[in-house]
């Protein structure tokens, strides 16, 4: 199992395929894992990427301060180490607001930017309840995993979402409490218009978190193309793969697109 030193981290990853690179960064309580399924149907010409963000998965190194711009900082040393200098940026919900940070930083390197149940970009004012409640489901397995399913009410693959809450779980306590800090105080706004790749904004028509609101917002603020998934909840990788799949080809190869039409809004 691969393993790659990237500045203090000693930074596990999957790959699959030979081409073009994609980094997949995943979210808060989740590993690489999560996109596997992705990863295991890319097309030929396709490099997919997943790593474990620092204080998750098999990752190991030092806490830092979990903010945004650090997480990202993080992101660039592992490119760098890897040997990639331009490559498609795929986000899921915590992971879209350091894709999108580091296209920010490193506008040069990304070819194309994919947010998938985006983060709020203006900032959320977080009560002090909100790192309580991170801290219950780091003690309380069974909140934990009833918290998950209902926000990915449509995962089918019952081993595979058990893997899934086992390695995510696993989490560091300062990972999950900083995620809380971190979204209170990154507020690009409209600074992400200056983004010049192109960008694709997925949301979940079921998505309890990333609710029809915040994934408007972020399309705007990108100024990009949205596409809503009809009955998907907060992570289409995972509910809906060959559907999220297809609108990331339209994305990223358009040319050789599957023969599928995407949904759109």
Request: aromatic fraction near 8%; glycine fraction near 10%; charge should be negative.
């Given at each position: 199992?691969?393993?790659?030193?990237?500045?203090?981290?000693?930074?596990?990853?999957?790959?699959?395929?030979?081409?073009?690179?994609?980094?997949?960064?995943?979210?808060?309580?989740?590993?690489?894992?999560?996109?596997?399924?992705?990863?295991?149907?890319?097309?030929?010409?396709?490099?997919?990427?997943?790593?474990?963000?620092?204080?998750?998965?098999?990752?190991?190194?030092p806490d830092s301060d979990?903010?945004?711009?650090?997480?990202?900082?993080?992101?660039?040393?592992?490119?760098?180490?890897?040997?990639?200098?331009?490559?498609?940026?795929?986000?899921?919900?915590?992971?879209?607001?350091?894709?999108?940070?580091?296209?920010?930083?490193?506008?040069?390197?990304?070819?194309?930017?994919?947010?998938?149940?985006?983060?709020?970009?203006?900032?959320?004012?977080?009560?002090?309840?909100?790192?309580?409640?991170?801290?219950?489901?780091?003690?309380?397995?069974?909140?934990?995993?009833?918290?998950?399913?209902?926000?990915?009410?449509?995962?089918?693959?019952?081993?595979?979402?058990?893997?899934?809450?086992?390695?995510?779980?696993?989490?560091?306590?300062?990972?999950?409490?900083?995620?809380?800090?971190?979204?209170?105080?990154?507020?690009?706004?409209?600074?992400?218009?200056?983004?010049?790749?192109?960008?694709?904004?997925?949301?979940?028509?079921?998505?309890?978190?990333?609710?029809?609101?915040?994934?408007?917002?972020?399309?705007?603020?990108?100024?990009?193309r949205l596409v809503v998934?009809?009955?998907?909840?907060?992570?289409?990788?995972?509910?809906?793969?060959?559907?999220?799949?297809?609108?990331?080809?339209?994305?990223?190869?358009p040319g050789r697109a599957?023969?599928?039409?995407?949904?759109?809004?």
């Amino acid at each position: 199992m691969p393993f790659i030193r990237a500045g203090n981290l000693n930074v596990f990853y999957i790959e699959h395929g030979i081409g073009r690179p994609i980094i997949f960064v995943h979210g808060n309580w989740a590993t690489g894992s999560w996109w596997e399924p992705v990863l295991a149907k890319l097309p030929d010409g396709l490099l997919g990427i997943a790593y474990d963000m620092r204080g998750r998965g098999r990752t190991g190194g030092p806490d830092s301060d979990y903010s945004i711009p650090s997480l990202a900082a993080d992101l660039k040393a592992f490119a760098d180490a890897m040997r990639l200098d331009w490559f498609h940026v795929v986000g899921h919900s915590l992971g879209s607001a350091v894709a999108m940070q580091f296209a920010l930083d490193h506008p040069e390197q990304v070819h194309t930017l994919t947010v998938v149940a985006p983060a709020w970009v203006d900032g959320w004012e977080a009560k002090p309840i909100e790192e309580d409640r991170q801290r219950e489901l780091k003690a309380n397995r069974k909140l934990f995993d009833s918290t998950m399913k209902s926000l990915f009410p449509t995962v089918q693959d019952e081993h595979y979402w058990k893997r899934l809450l086992d390695e995510g779980h696993e989490q560091r306590l300062e990972a999950a409490v900083g995620v809380i800090r971190a979204f209170d105080t990154w507020k690009p706004g409209n600074l992400l218009q200056s983004i010049q790749c192109p960008k694709l904004v997925i949301g979940g028509e079921k998505d309890l978190l990333s609710n029809a609101q915040i994934v408007d917002r972020a399309r705007e603020a990108l100024d990009a193309r949205l596409v809503v998934m009809p009955g998907v909840g907060h992570g289409s990788n995972i509910e809906a793969t060959e559907a999220f799949l297809a609108l990331l080809l339209s994305q990223i190869m358009p040319g050789r697109a599957r023969n599928q039409s995407p949904m759109g809004s």
